[in-house]
């Protein structure tokens, strides 16, 4: 009895090993389970029926590379026992340093594998998962096939060439356009074409682009500087979408101010130039509030524009730009509905280059200015958040460029309705959650150069931005159609006659009531937000209260960049560039003749003294303040704007 139970467990023992080999070369699951339908020569492709369970990937493997993996483990691990057996000193002082080695090497490796593949470990989570947990019910395959397995996503699923490719259950038991509505609305795709492929043992769909935005646009094309023309005044054509279709923003009509976000290179600066200059064509003045210092050299001197590279400038304009708000909202008030809204003034548009470093900036900025007494957040940064509020009738449109990091800040419901439009290119998934929420899911953001989701009215639109060379943008902005009237900023609101502060309605425009002067508390709470996003952008903390009541007052008190025209000749001469050398800190009079012969920047003269050219004092050390160093290398001669005669000093 005892010895033939010896003999069965034996004979199960024998059957067992010889199973075990034969599943080792041939490369099946050592468990004996079939997982996938793969053979020992192919791949497979998808999961058998009735398999449960997670199914891993070498269970996709062919057969014969599962085995020669399993009899290389196999064979280290028996060589590594052998030498062990000979010399066991050796191979422990071998295994020791070559461990430690091989250790570091494997984490090194390691680490670079994982930054190389972080784009693909995103494209898996954000987009290929979720298409096959929606695919699976439509297309009636088990859960636990392998996504990768039979989803075939290039990285850059979004570009014009890609293609997607999906392979079908050979039983074609589902319906085209369920999975057709799926794949479209799980990758977000625009204008794609699907073909299918039903014959033979492997059926598959293709997924492709075919109506998308042109490849390029650009202004030298004679057809799109006619599409320029023909735009209205108040609607600059941002670019092109598929069916060359035209996309613009009607600042009268839709929205006041643009935010732009985009990753390095994404086209920041192409896209303010592009809407900047068709808006100086028509007469609207500029100021490009630029602490990188050259992000526009295309605006250069052209007319009506201030160019602000150093901060004193830049919180100084804001600060006048804010007075210049209040005072049209004071004058639209007057004027009452039915006035042709050109009369509050010339449009104004502020390129406001950099928000995160601009803002820490302003902050740096006050607190060293600042007073005691004087309010803790920069008047310059308030001043801001109150024309981001001031509505379409004030006609002072911001341009304002946020690094994708800034998103968060100015993602804030209050912030982001005051950019009805947001243009966004190389963007990331979490950047467009807080800046587009409404549009999920967000499309994928693609590399294409001058690519662009504008998104207007709760909709995004896939759009080649028009491409104007710095050339093109100068000469367009400076061919305007006609001379714009003048605006003179200072620094305080004009005080609003009684009469025209109890006409205020708040009904008719509700644009109209959001200065400080007859603000309701939800006004005053939704700016002291709005102050709060931009003050957090700077790194600054807010506190409700910090803000003075009184705050525009002090704004209009503050120490002045430049002066204002009419301001007292003592603090403010005229004078010749002879005696400017003296009163400048950084600049001869060498630097001075060049400048004016050749930096369009240059200030115009005031007035003469004989044959000689007197500069307002202050004009020139605002130039001085903002100039760029080597002038002369950067300037085209073409450029230079008719001079007086150098000779004369
Ligand atoms: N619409 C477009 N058509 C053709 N080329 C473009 C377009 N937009 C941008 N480019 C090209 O892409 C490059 C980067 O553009 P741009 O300088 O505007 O990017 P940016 O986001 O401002 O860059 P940075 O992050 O360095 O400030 C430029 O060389 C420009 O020529």
Known sequence: MGRSEFDRQLEEGVEAFLMGVGRLLSGRDMDGQRRTDATFFKGGRRVLDGVEGRVGPWSYRPGWQRAAARLTTLGGLGAGGWLYWTDPEQTLTALEYGGAGAGGLLVSGAAVHAVRNRGQRELMREWVEPL?????????????????????????????????????????????????????????????????????????????????????????????????????????????????????????????????????????????????????????????????RVSHMWARGVKNVEYCRDIADIHDALVRLGAEGQRRIHVAEKLGDDADPSEVGPRIVILLEEINATMKQLTRYWEKIKEKGDPKISPAVDALAEILFMGRAVRLHVLLVAQSATARALGGPEMREN??????????????????????????????????????????????????????????????????????????????????????????????????????????TVHGRAVQAL?????????????????????????????????????????????????????????????????????????????????????????????????????????VSEQEDVSVL
């Open 419 to 524: 950019f009805a439009t947001r243009i966004l290119a190389r963007y990331t998934q979490n950047a467009w959650k807080m800046l587009v929420p409404e549009v999920q899911p967000a499309p994928k953001s693609t590399r294409h150069i001058g690519r662009a989701q504008v998104v207007l009215g709760g909709m995004a639109h896939e759009t080649q931005v028009m491409f104007m060379s710095d050339a093109e943008a100068r000469a367009w902005a400076m061919a305007g159609s006609g001379p714009a009237p003048s605006v003179t900023l200072t620094k305080s609101a004009p005080v609003a006659a009684d009469d025209s502060v109890t006409q205020l309605n708040s009904d008719t425009d509700e644009s109209l009531h959001l200065g400080k002067q007859g603000v309701d508390d939800t006004d005053q």
């Open 535 to 639: 003050a957090s952008v700077a790194g600054d903390r807010y506190e409700e209260g910090d803000a003075d009541e009184d705050s525009d007052d002090e704004a209009a008190q503050l120490p002045a960049g430049d002066e204002q025209p009419g301001a007292d000749e003592d603090t403010d001469p005229l004078v010749g560039l002879r005696e400017a050398e003296d009163l400048l800190s950084d600049v001869d009079l060498t630097a001075l003749r060049n400048a004016r012969a050749r930096d369009p920047e240059f200030p115009a003269p005031a007035d003469k003294r004989g044959r000689e050219s007197l500069y307002r004092l202050s004009d020139l050390q605002r130039w001085e303040r903002n100039r760029l160093s080597s002038e002369s290398d950067e300037v085209d001669e073409d450029d």
């Open 132 to 292: 096959h947990q929606a695919l699976v019910g439509p297309l009636g395959i088990p859960e636990a096939t392998r996504p990768r397995s039979y989803l075939h996503v290039p990285l850059n699923f979004s570009d014009d060439d890609a293609e997607i490719r999906i392979d079908l259950p050979v039983a074609l038991k589902f319906k085209e356009t369920e999975v057709a509505e799926m794949i479209v609305k799980k990758l977000a795709l625009q204008g794609v074409s699907f073909s299918w492929k039903y014959d033979g043992r492997n059926p598959y769909v293709t997924v492709k682009k075919v109506h998308r935005p042109p490849s390029k646009v650009v202004f030298s094309d004679p057809k799109v500087k006619e599409l320029v023309k023909k735009v209205p005044e108040s609607a600059p054509l941002i670019g092109l979408e598929r069916g060359q279709k035209i996309v613009s923003v009607d600042l009268d009509a839709e929205s006041p101010h643009v935010l732009v976000s985009a990753g390095t290179g994404g086209g920041k600066s192409v896209i303010l130039r592009t809407i900047a200059s068709q808006l100086i064509h028509h007469g609207a003045h500029g100021y490009i509030l630029d602490f990188k």
